[in-house]
């Protein structure tokens, strides 16, 4: 049983290995068109070899659960198709005592996944933003993400509801001052274009309500809400850089730090309105739901990909990989529409993000005791 266990463990290990490396250059080829652009405006090769790393981790929190899904697959397949699943279990092993190594390394990949969302992959991810940051090379329009408060442009907050192309809707801007918010501005939507340069992007806003705070000793029942058709936003990458201050976005947090804003998010984003806190703190927890249910994928996945394999029968690769990104593709879907309904926690999008994770486990409890 010892050396079955290594036979299988070993053989997984290198097909893990190598899968892992082909997923993660595929999904290097985008960095590598960034560093070829970087290259062409003159940056050095060491900073173009630290974007490039730093973007590593990150990729590894999507290629790992691939690789482990597609190698299951393939070599379950290729037991099958040899019949070498047969003759071990004519020799009266389980599929479960055949599967033990193999979810044992899931196991162990789990906790690494757990390591690289919680801690390597934010700091990465954050330290390569700054990188392209102090020189200038983050657009504005990066920035903005759908379902987020923006704090990182002077005297600005903003929140964008929905984002296609050049077009934005149900959006918020908060004109900041130091004594507090001098101006709330809400929009239907917008179009972004861009300005007298490269670094500046503006929001021309339609159908536009401004709140002007009342000034000591108004009357409070005068109304200080006004209306507008068209209201432009100007955004310059500039004043953001002379700020030297980036802001974290969710993706850029550990793990502790996004718990803590979960926990104190009406400290953290002290100047929102109740329905405002509720979208951002929803944002927060689908950010780390993704991250766990990302991390136990991987012992998921190896409980749907065994059945799946010997059910499949093929020795081919093109099969196993056919098959491995129809399933990935179905589960990143859920992750896309999670977050995309960030702006309605009423609907609890965070729950979203578990339901092919538990699918995949209870489909791959039931497929392995079916072929026990």
């Known amino acids: 049983m010892r050396t079955l266990n290594r036979y299988i463990g070993s053989d997984f290990l290198a097909s893990f290995v190598l899968t892992l490396a082909v997923f993660t250059f595929v999904m290097t080829l985008s960095a590598v068109v960034k560093a070829i652009d970087l290259l062409a405006r003159g940056m050095s090769g060491v900073f173009i070899l630290k974007v490039?790393?730093?973007n590593i981790p990150f990729l590894l929190t999507f290629s790992i659960p691939i690789s482990v899904?597609?190698?299951?697959l393939l070599l379950f397949g290729?037991?099958?198709?040899?019949?070498e699943l047969t003759a071990m279990r004519s020799c009266?092993?389980?599929?479960?005592?055949?599967?033990?190594?193999?979810v044992l390394a899931s196991i162990g990949l789990t906790f690494l996944c757990l390591y690289l969302n919680s801690s390597v992959a934010p700091r990465s991810h954050f330290a390569r933003r700054q990188l392209l940051f102090s020189l200038g090379m983050e657009q504005p329009i990066n920035l903005l993400e759908e379902g987020r408060f923006v704090r990182d442009f002077p005297g600005l907050m903003v929140y964008i509801g929905k984002k296609s192309g050049r077009r934005v809707e149900d959006v918020v801007v908060y004109e900041m001052a130091d004594s507090g918010i001098k101006r709330n501005i809400r929009a239907r939507s917008g179009e972004m274009e861009p300005g007298e340069n490269r670094?500046?992007?503006i929001i021309n806003l339609y159908d536009v309500r401004i709140d002007q705070p009342r000034a000591k000793g108004d009357d409070p029942s005068r109304s200080q809400y006004l209306t507008a058709q068209h209201y432009?936003?100007?955004l310059d990458l500039n004043e953001l850089a002379g700020s030297r201050v980036l802001h974290k976005k969710a993706s850029d947090m550990t793990y502790p730090e996004l718990l803590h804003a979960i926990s104190h998010v009406q400290e953290v984003y002290r100047h929102l309105t109740p329905g405002e806190l509720?979208?951002?703190?929803?944002?927060?927890?689908?950010?780390a739901s993704k991250r766990l249910a990302l991390s136990l994928s991987c012992f998921a996945f190896v409980l749907l990909g065994a059945p799946l394999g010997m059910i499949s029968r093929r020795k081919e690769s093109s099969a196993g990989v056919g098959i491995s990104l129809l399933l990935v593709f179905f589960f990143y879907f859920f992750i896309i529409l999670a977050n995309s309904l960030v702006g309605h926690p009423e609907w609890r999008p965070d729950l979203i993000v578990w339901a092919p994770i538990v699918g995949a486990e209870i489909a791959g409890f039931w497929l392995v005791h079916r072929a026990h």
């Open 232 to 234: 432009p936003v100007r």
């Open 69 to 72: 899904l597609t190698t299951v």
């Open 199 to 201: 670094n500046v992007i």
């Open 278 to 287: 509720a979208k951002q703190r929803m944002s927060l927890v689908v950010e």
């Open 52 to 54: 490039f790393l730093y």
């Open 92 to 102: 009266g092993l389980t599929l479960w005592q055949i599967l033990a190594p193999i």
């Open 78 to 83: 290729r037991l099958s198709f040899d019949g």
